[in-house]
């Protein structure tokens, strides 16, 4: 079985790769990485995590609320106690969950904004953000020991490992709303709301950007935000060519602009008035200019190699220090965790920032 880690997870065909069987061994090998004395080598904590307790959630496609399932079952007969989400949510929860739970590790099953035949898993570290390179190259070379070595995954009966606390369901939102809160000015959103369109892509974002602008004022309209796990034919990828039903609500009236997210909502895209598409690049450069001029906040600033020289600009402009990263979101994680970033942020629309989730 030949399963690697690209840069933010391994993902597969349904079916065809993507198997029960293969990730019930793919869990064996996320439990005994995790299990390892060296799995939080070369991480930056700020806290101990608690090494038995591990979080697991899924997104909207097909089939991956049966998958968490699987993970969590080879995961309680390693040992771990599971926290698993009770519902789809974004990434960025689950992400939060893990720190938020003072868990070592979580898995989140989606193949973010891949077609709907694709399914994959996330890993991630204690610090909430995706695992670093060294730990998914752990978890391969686990993965193809026990291969060579005919092990196959300890597995647990579901009903039996929740009677005996080892899986728990839960509802992840929440704390996660109360962590937004803490970071953006909810006062000044109600001095002035907004009325504006969200296109949840049919993806684990539905009803989450509402959801967190409750009682602000603003008035949010929302298209495709039922479940959906063949996503309407087109890749839940929030570029312009995949946006065309956002254009059209905005053209109809029901909103002034429009904000998208990914099959996982973790990447953004937004139009504005005129249904004219505002990449991730000129969103990353607002969100700069807003946190220096508007917010009086300072440090570096981070982006992937294949990012906007735009950004470059605005750091020369503010006189913030720079770092350029190979293509990924864990290697802005990397300089998250050692140094005191403002933004960091990737061509592909995935953006951090001081205070929230490396």
């Not at 198997?19 to 090998?29: G, Y």
């Not at 390693?78 to 926290?83: A, E, R």
């Not at 065309?244 to 602009?257: E, S």
């Amino acid at each position: 079985m030949t399963i690697h880690f690209g840069t933010d997870g391994w993902r597969a065909v349904i079916s065809d790769t993507f198997t029960f069987h293969n990730l019930r061994q793919l869990s064996q090998a996320i439990a005994d990485a995790v299990a390892s004395d060296t799995w939080t080598n070369g991480t930056v904590l700020e806290h101990t995590p608690d090494p038995h307790k591990m979080v697991v959630g899924f997104d909207t496609r097909f089939l991956s609320d049966r998958y968490a399932a699987e993970v969590a079952r080879v995961l309680a007969a390693n040992g771990f106690t599971v926290y698993l989400a009770q519902s789809d949510a974004p990434t960025p929860v689950i992400s939060h969950a893990v720190r938020n739970l003072n868990a070592i590790g979580g898995v989140m099953i989606t193949a973010s904004h891949n077609a709907p035949r694709y399914n994959g898993v996330k890993l991630k570290s204690a610090y909430g953000g995706s695992a670093l390179p060294e730990q998914c190259r752990r978890v391969e070379v686990y993965l193809n020991d026990n291969e060579q070595q005919g092990r196959g995954p300890n597995l647990m009966d579901f009903d039996q490992a929740r009677a005996q606390n080892l899986i728990y369901k839960f509802n992840p939102i929440p704390a996660y709303y109360e962590h937004l809160r803490t970071l953006f000015n909810f006062d000044a959103i109600a001095e002035n709301p907004q009325n504006f369109v969200v296109d949840s892509m049919f993806g684990s974002g539905r009803g989450v950007i509402k959801g967190i602008l409750q009682g602000s004022g603003c008035e949010i309209a929302e298209i495709r935000g039922e479940m959906n796990p063949g996503f309407g034919g087109v890749h839940p990828e929030p570029i312009g060519a995949y946006l065309r039903p956002l254009a059209g609500a905005i053209g109809a009236g029901m909103g002034c602009f429009g904000v998208a997210t990914d099959g996982d909502a973790d990447r953004i895209g937004a139009m504005d008035e005129h249904g004219n598409f505002v990449d991730p690049h000129k969103i990353m450069a607002l969100a700069l200019r807003h946190l220096v001029e508007k917010r009086g906040m300072t440090g570096t600033v981070v982006r992937t190699v294949s990012t906007t020289r735009m950004i470059d600009r605005l750091a020369k402009k503010y006189n913030l220090p720079l770092r350029e990263t190979p293509v990924g979101f864990n290697h802005i994680s990397d300089y998250m965790m050692k140094e005191n970033v403002l933004i960091g942020g990737e061509e592909s629309g995935g953006i951090s920032f001081s205070g929230h989730i490396p």
